[in-house]
């Protein structure tokens, strides 16, 4: 769904010409031409964004005056202030009243598309920390684990969020660290504020600059994370891989709790609590030269440790019925003891966020039905379980040689055997096989009985495919 825009404009060719402009890029387009026609599309419509122009000839009250009121309603609407008479005062006096930023008549498309854009991501970001708050609110820890492992780790957080400290979360990749990094954020005075993160890793070192600082020359302006982020927390996530200088110009915001934007020369205040991460030795890549050891000591005030999913396997239970809850709604969901042996017993190698990506597979491969849905261990894949390859998936040959028979009856003989294979994998369940092999039920079904296979045979290991010699 295209996002709606409110024009506010006394000119009627302004707002034809900016109309234009949106509708050729999809947007759902608005207008009012004074304030009182304005705040009546703002109650009726509830637009994404607004284009509000400074000065109103003939309206109750000017665009200064629109955007104070907005600014004291209980939501966040971006707002994009355009004047044909503007000065450098006047946009800063915008923008310290709120508005997202100014841009002056006559402008390039291209410049106020691009401002469109990066105020609707802003927006988005804001909503979704404000969701964010809200269910962290609801439930005051949102780590899941009740191990000695994660007690520790919780207490840790609850005596770190509420001061102003930085920290350095060390762990294997998926054992949570952002979730943790989110969690002393919400746990913190800074709560009301945003969260934003930014993976080091994978940004070109000049992206990762322009990302953090913000861009401003004379033919653009971009804000950072920075500045986005002021006033709340900042997520470094695998921080070892940041390049040295942008690692010296870090240590400066630091320091000094100031940046410059790529292109200016200008500094910019900035109040942000910054927390790191890594899956890497840290000391070791001080000792290489990958890493600045002044910079680790700024970061690394406070340090957490992640447990493995392994050291906490007692928690395996407990997160995959939450993750299966996530993907199978409105529905009493739980495991059986071997299913819960299985997952337990499995070493994990990419940790909690490998256990959710299985249980997103148990939910998508298995067509549960009822009002409850129990986990067995044959509803989850063959790498947890350990059942070998030979009796999950199909070989193409099985001894025979395909290419020495017309292929009519090759590919019989192939769909015979896979398909036995498949309905096995399955424990003769035809809906969850259909599903797995994308094909209708009704069509599977109609499929098995013109090659001769029972579901109840293939199932024991009975059906017998036909021998290609």
Not at 112 to 137: D, F, G, P, Q, Y
């Amino acid at each position: 769904m295209s996002a709606k825009i409110l024009i506010v404009d006394d000119e009627e060719d302004i707002r034809a010409l900016i109309r234009g402009i949106l509708e050729d890029e999809s947007y759902t387009v608005i207008e009012a031409a004074n304030s009182s026609a304005a705040f009546e599309m703002i109650d009726s419509e509830d637009p994404d964004l607004i284009i509000l122009d400074i000065w109103l000839q003939g309206s109750e009250k000017d665009g200064m005056e629109i955007l104070e009121s907005l600014q004291s309603r209980d939501f966040y609407i971006p707002t994009l202030m355009i004047s044909g008479h503007g000065t450098i005062e006047t946009a800063v006096s915008a923008i310290k009243k709120g508005a997202y930023d100014f841009i002056e008549k006559p402008f390039k498309s291209d410049r106020l598309l691009m401002m469109i854009t990066r105020a609707l991501e802003t927006a988005k970001l804001k909503k979704e920390n404000k969701v964010l708050k809200s269910e962290s609110l609801k439930k005051k820890n949102s780590l899941i684990g009740k191990t000695d492992a994660m007690k520790n780790l919780q207490e840790q957080i609850t005596k770190i969020a509420p001061g102003n400290s930085r920290v350095l979360i060390k762990g294997e990749a998926g054992t949570g660290k952002e979730v943790v990094a989110r969690e002393i954020h919400c746990q913190s005075p800074r709560q009301d504020k945003v969260f934003m993160a930014l993976n080091c890793a994978a940004l070109h070192p000049e992206r990762l600059e322009q990302e953090l600082f913000g861009v401003e020359n004379k033919d653009e302006q971009q804000k950072g994370v920075l500045a986005l982020a002021d006033g709340g927390t900042l997520f470094l996530d695998e921080v070892l891989d940041m390049p040295l200088e942008t690692q010296g110009k870090i240590l400066r915001v630091l320091e000094e709790n100031a940046f410059e934007p790529v292109g200016s020369h200008k500094a910019v205040k900035t109040d942000v609590r910054v927390i790191a991460s890594t899956n890497q030795d840290v000391e070791q890549a001080v000792k290489d030269g990958h890493f600045r050891e002044d910079l680790l000591y700024r970061l690394n005030v406070v340090t957490l440790e992640l447990p493995t999913l392994p050291e906490r396997s007692d928690d395996i239970a407990l997160l995959a019925t939450h993750f299966l809850q996530e993907f199978v709604t409105n529905k009493e969901v739980s495991l059986t003891k071997d299913a819960k042996e299985s997952l337990k017993q499995y070493q994990w190698p990419g940790n909690v966020r490998q256990l959710r990506n299985v249980m997103e597979w148990v939910a998508i491969m298995n067509n549960f039905e009822g009002d409850t849905v129990k986990v067995e261990k044959t509803h989850l894949p063959p790498e947890i379980t350990g059942v070998s390859a030979a009796q999950n998936t199909v070989s193409v040959s099985d001894g025979a040689d395909y290419t020495a028979f017309p292929l009519r009856e090759a590919r019989e003989n192939f769909e015979k055997n896979y398909l036995t294979m498949q309905i096995r994998r399955f424990d003769g369940n035809v809906s969850q096989a259909a599903k797995f092999i994308g094909m209708e039920r009704s069509a599977l079904h109609r499929k098995l009985k013109s090659l001769d296979i029972s579901p109840d045979d293939a199932q024991n290991g009975s059906g017998q495919n036909k021998e290609v010699a």
